[in-house]
């Protein structure tokens, strides 16, 4: 009897252990969700990252992560996100093919974003507005494949630590 209540006291123990760390999750979206719709992109991609088992169900957190890591220049983070939401739904192929494109664009994955810019165009109405923008963005693409053919004339190298962090010039630019 003593053996058949540790392992009971054991399992109550692990359950409830389990429980714990689920409610801590979804505080932790809840405030992610916040940080998104008060427009503060780097603290909600903190979260979005450290919770991919739970978003990686769901379309909207997946969207939301990737809209916040796109906008606080963690595109690698991003590309993932597009990536897992444009393979699981179709509810947000046409936003996601739109940010997918402008992460691989902020890559150098030229190619890439062509694919996806022309996946986007797809899904557009022969008169929306953004048709234009998004021939230009091809455009640039194309440009950007031509350059990274070319050899190297310069080696950039950054001053120090300081230079390029999260809120200096060379992060992505919101439209």
């Not at 392992?7 to 809840?30: D, E, M, P, R, W």
């Not at 008060?38 to 603290?43: A, H, L, P, R, W």
């Not at 997946?62 to 690698?76: D, H, P, R, V």
Request: proline share 2%; with cysteine; hydrophobic share 35%.
């Amino acid at each position: 009897m003593l053996i058949k209540s540790n392992h009971f006291y054991q399992f109550l123990l692990i359950f409830l252990a389990c429980l714990y760390s689920c409610v801590g999750f979804t505080q932790n979206l809840k405030s992610a969700n916040q940080y998104y719709k008060q427009k503060k992109y780097f603290e909600a991609s903190e979260i979005y990252k450290a919770s991919w088992n739970i978003l990686e169900k769901n379309p909207d957190l997946l969207l939301q992560a990737g809209i916040s890591c796109y906008e606080s220049n963690a595109l690698e983070y991003s590309t993932r996100c597009f990536e897992k939401l444009l393979s699981r739904s179709n509810k947000y192929s046409k936003l996601g093919a739109w940010y997918l494109a402008k992460s691989y664009q902020h890559q150098n994955q030229f190619e890439l974003a062509i694919f996806q810019y022309k996946n986007y165009l797809k899904a557009t109405d022969r008169d929306d507005p953004q048709k234009a923008f998004i021939k230009n963005e091809l455009l640039r693409c194309a440009m950007g494949l031509k350059y990274n053919r070319q050899t190297q004339i310069a080696i950039v190298e950054r001053i120090s630590g300081g230079i390029n962090t999260i809120k200096d010039e060379y992060a992505v630019v919101p439209l």
